[in-house]
């Protein structure tokens, strides 16, 4: 049976990691806000993109001169995934997840006899796979200090794709990210972004059948399109990414809070039985010294 | 008859209303959409873009390049950046075609679609200053 004294400051130092955790869940529940909002917000752009680059890739499907953006290399040798993690932990499994699905998918394509090139993007993620697969690790790039991401953040990491694509470094890029789903649940999302996947044909969509007119030709509204659509991409994954992060990491802590206090309650019961044993024995050596006499 | 007229940024819709004209800065020439336009996708150079209702102007936004999709009801624009041209700042501009101006000069002569990118943003800043200057001269 640990001392008064010992139980005490073990239901001190509970109770102050309690304070931090539940602190941590009430920051994490309006970084959720905000940045849910922000993904809401990105949306329109994102499907309005979404439906020019569908009409514009059918229009050019079957041209052998399809930038590579869309088309890939035409090669299947060297993969680039593409990790998105958090920059903090605390999250529950939300960075360990991303990074099993990664090492999963990297020894995967390793044992085909495929090169693996990975881009880690957040600290979490860097650090996770830099024990096992640091020699495929060729950049990394981190949020940390950033209150939100912009869409420059973004496009800035699409010009890197982009760049070592045109450099020959890679020829099919796959992102993982944690797409948000609600506040518990997190999905592991592997998407392929280069080359872009077949346009899927939405039933019952009328206006894709018009064809449009363009203005200059396809190709050079594609060669602009691209590289703005993958950045959007990027941009989507980033905010459902942060969006995940936040509602884990709310979750996280509110069961971390949730168990203190159990553990308080608990260590409380046991300090008291303490006390009352101590009070008790104190009294029989009293009342056992007194018949003595 | 009213068309349907969206501005959108990457990161939030910035306008959606009705009107009866609009004019875009296709990178081919100022475009002018009806109700009923043929459906057409066009690139955007820097520019304004005018909101008419009737023969009466409504609002004028300057956006720096972009997409706009266009079909018989509808004229969505999806602009990198917008905003309305009597919001605009000078010394924000001026600064914008400086480096724009040298990003221009520094890029490596051979490769086209890097210096057509900076040509674009030196074009595009320079709208910019053009529309501040049409709005000080009461235009």
């Known amino acids: 049976m640990p001392s008064l004294k010992a139980l005490r400051m073990r239901i001190n130092s509970v109770k102050s990691t309690q304070k931090i955790t539940s602190a941590m869940k009430m920051v994490a529940a309006s970084k959720l806000r905000r940045a849910q909002q922000q993904a809401e917000a990105a949306r329109p752009y994102a499907i309005r993109m979404g439906r020019m680059l569908n009409a514009l890739a059918a229009s050019v499907a079957d041209s052998p001169s399809a930038p590579a953006l869309l088309a890939g290399t035409g090669?299947?040798?060297?993969?680039?995934?593409?990790?998105v993690t958090a920059d903090r932990g605390l999250a529950g499994a939300f960075n360990s997840s991303i990074g099993r699905a990664a090492r999963t998918r990297a020894r995967a394509l390793e044992a085909a006899g495929k090169t693996v090139k990975i881009l880690a993007v957040g600290r979490k993620g860097r650090d996770y796979l830099r024990r096992e697969l640091g020699s495929r690790i060729v950049g990394d790039?981190?949020?940390?200090?950033?209150?939100?991401?912009?869409y420059g953040d973004a496009d800035a990491l699409a010009k890197q794709v982009t760049a070592m694509l045109f450099a020959g470094k890679f020829d099919v890029a796959t992102l993982i990210y944690n797409r948000f789903q609600s506040v518990i649940a997190q999905i592991v999302t592997e998407q392929q972004l280069i080359p872009a996947p077949p346009v899927k044909d939405e039933a019952g969509n009328s206006e894709t059948a018009a064809m449009p007119e363009f203005e200059p030709d396809e190709e050079t509204i594609l060669n602009r399109l691209l590289p703005q659509a993958l950045a959007v991409q990027l941009y989507t994954a980033l905010l459902e990414s942060s969006a995940g992060e936040h509602g884990a990491r709310m979750t996280a802590m509110d069961n971390a809070t949730r168990n203190a206090g159990d553990m308080i309650k608990r260590l409380t019961l046991n300090y008291n039985r303490a006390r009352q044993a101590n009070i008790t024995r104190e009294l029989i050596e009293i009342i056992s010294g007194a018949e003595a006499l | 008859m009213p068309i349907n007229l969206e501005i959108v940024s990457p990161e939030k819709l910035l306008l959606s209303r009705d009107v009866d004209m609009v004019v875009i800065p296709a990178s081919e020439g100022d475009m002018g959409v009806l109700e009923g336009h043929s459906p057409t996708t066009v690139t955007l150079r820097g520019g304004i873009v005018s909101l008419y209702e009737g023969d009466r102007l409504l609002e004028s936004l300057f956006v720096a390049g972009g997409f706009a999709e266009v079909t018989p009801d509808r004229c969505t624009v999806l602009a990198?950046?917008?905003?309305?041209?009597?919001e605009l700042d000078r010394t924000e501009a001026e600064k914008r075609l400086r480096d724009a101006e040298e990003a221009h000069a520094?890029?490596?002569?051979?490769?086209?679609?890097?210096?057509?990118?900076?040509?674009?943003?030196?074009?595009?800043?320079?709208?910019?200053?053009?529309?501040?200057?049409?709005?000080?001269?009461?235009h």
């Open chain 1, 75 to 83: 090669k299947d040798q060297v993969h680039l995934l593409i990790v």
């Open chain 2, 80 to 86: 990198g950046e917008a905003m309305a041209v009597n």
């Open chain 1, 141 to 150: 790039i981190s949020y940390a200090g950033k209150r939100r991401i912009d």
């Open chain 2, 106 to 138: 520094q890029v490596d002569s051979d490769d086209l679609a890097e210096g057509e990118l900076a040509l674009e943003r030196v074009h595009s800043a320079r709208a910019m200053m053009e529309a501040i200057d049409g709005l000080l001269s009461g």
